[in-house]
């Protein structure tokens, strides 16, 4: 039981680039979260998905796209990369939105 | 408008009891207050969550007021190993969804 796995671990990029991080969860859980975390700040929630197939916009959602096809995976996507989206992106899940989120080790992605 | 204030830092001996408030007086009647941790590079732990009632489990014990407007985590017994970023949560809603809002946390520092 591997719980919230991210992929890549790290990750550099030049300006105008794009790429999809990947979180997976082998919970069941139906509820999938993407954070961005900067530095002195907490974490604040990009998109969210409460089941396969369904995505919403949290508090940060500019210059990223999600995808839930699988219920599973919780994809993220850049596609045209700024300097302004280097941070510590986080992926968790949950039974509900009640319940606690269970949360990967993060993917720390640079934007030169 | 803060929707939870936390000290920005603490201090704690190794052995004492660590007590970390937090004030949330704008939750709403029916949502939960969780606490998570999160060590250096690591991604969220989730430590308890609770509604009305104290709760308490291997990890720590929390403390709701009667009014719901603020509430304190416990860590019985400190160790260094709780050196962390310890994050109240309340949810917010209904104009950003299932959004949780993690704030900048308490940095707790277990003094040998």
């Known amino acids: 039981n591997a719980g919230v796995t991210q992929t890549p671990k790290f990750r550099v990029l030049k300006t105008g680039q794009s790429m999809t991080l990947l979180c997976a969860q082998d919970?069941?859980?139906?509820?999938m979260y993407w954070y961005r975390q900067d530095p002195g700040m907490g974490l604040r929630l990009i998109h969210y998905?409460?089941?396969?197939?369904?995505?919403a916009k949290g508090e940060v959602p500019d210059g990223y796209n999600v995808s839930r096809l699988k219920k599973q995976n919780f994809l993220l996507g850049l596609e045209s990369a700024a300097p302004s989206q280097t941070s510590v992106y986080f992926c968790?899940?949950?039974?509900?939105?009640?319940?606690?989120?269970?949360f990967g080790d993060g993917t720390r992605l640079s934007i030169l | 408008d803060a929707k939870t204030t936390q000290p920005t830092s603490m201090d704690c001996a190794e052995g004492r009891a660590a007590n970390l408030p937090c004030n949330h007086s704008t939750i709403s009647g029916n949502e939960y207050v969780y606490w998570y941790r999160q060590i250096h590079s690591q991604g969220p732990q989730y430590i308890i969550h609770g509604l009305k009632n104290n709760e308490t489990n291997e990890m720590a014990s929390l403390i709701i007021t009667e009014d719901r407007k603020s509430s304190t985590l416990i860590l019985p017994h400190a160790t260094l190993r709780d050196t962390a970023v310890y994050y109240c949560i309340v949810r917010v809603y209904p104009n950003t969804g299932n959004q949780f809002y993690f704030g900048t946390g308490t940095s707790l520092t277990v003094i040998p």
């Open positions: 998905s409460v089941g396969e197939g369904t995505t």
């Open positions: 919970m069941n859980h139906e509820y």
């Open positions: 968790a899940s949950s039974w509900d939105r009640n319940q606690p989120q269970h």
